[in-house]
T-cell receptor
């Protein structure tokens, strides 16, 4: 079984619709992240959470919101989707181990298309 | 501005050949540098991590080097296999847990 799962894997939606991407992990990690990946660009951090009561904005949080429902679950919402939010979205987790050395483990990604 | 630049953008080599991918960074202060492999349609997977004091680290056929003075890292792949076809991403950690991601090098191995 995959350690980090994302649902849905693919989603096509229309401009203005609200959608939610979900992430679950069985690695027991405290820290969870949401990234988006666009062709030719590095991964961009949207939001991250170091524990259930901790939510932080990343580089590109505008137009997105998140919810950390439990240690194992972290969801990303697009309140009103727009075409330039078409991208590949990844959820990742990491341990809190030695500061700066921890590895991030990624889910399989959600390909989102906004028409 | 903290940046990570990778070259080449894409590379095609024949199976069995060696190749070297480059990563230049301007991140300061520097904490560590990690190389990830991303197969098409999958999330990135860590290959190796380099800290300030490390010059070379190997993981099977993958060898990473780090020159902290010139702020350059390379990933050398020996005796390439078809399964090495993927994007290779360099990520540098700066201060306050900040990660700066490169855009990646897309490597295609041809039989």
């Amino acid at each position: 079984d995959a350690d980090v799962t994302q649902t849905p894997r693919n989603r096509i939606t229309k401009t203005g619709k609200r959608i939610m991407l979900e992430c679950s992990q069985t690695k027991g990690h405290d820290r969870m992240y949401w990234y988006r990946q666009d062709p030719g660009l590095g991964l961009q951090l949207i939001y991250y959470s170091f524990d259930v009561k901790d939510i932080n904005k990343g580089e590109i949080s505008d137009g997105y919101s998140v919810s950390r429902q439990a240690q194992a679950k972290f969801s990303l919402s697009l309140e009103s989707a727009i075409p330039n939010q078409t991208a590949l979205y990844f959820c990742a987790t990491s341990d809190s181990g030695l500061a700066g050395v921890y590895e991030q483990f990624f889910g399989p990604g959600t390909r989102l298309t906004v028409l | 501005k903290n940046q990570v630049e990778q070259s080449p953008q894409s590379l095609i080599i024949l199976e069995g050949k060696n190749c070297t991918l480059q990563c230049n960074y301007t991140v300061s202060p520097f904490s560590n540098l990690r190389w990830y492999k991303q197969d098409t349609g999958r999330g990135p997977v860590s290959l190796t991590i380099m800290t300030f004091s490390e010059n070379t680290k190997s993981n099977g056929r993958y060898t990473a080097t780090l020159d902290a003075d010139t702020k350059q890292s390379s990933l050398h792949i020996t005796a390439s296999q078809l399964s090495d076809s993927a994007s290779y991403i360099c990520v540098v950690r700066g201060s306050n847990y900040q990660l700066i991601w490169g855009a990646g090098t897309k490597l295609i191995i041809k039989p």
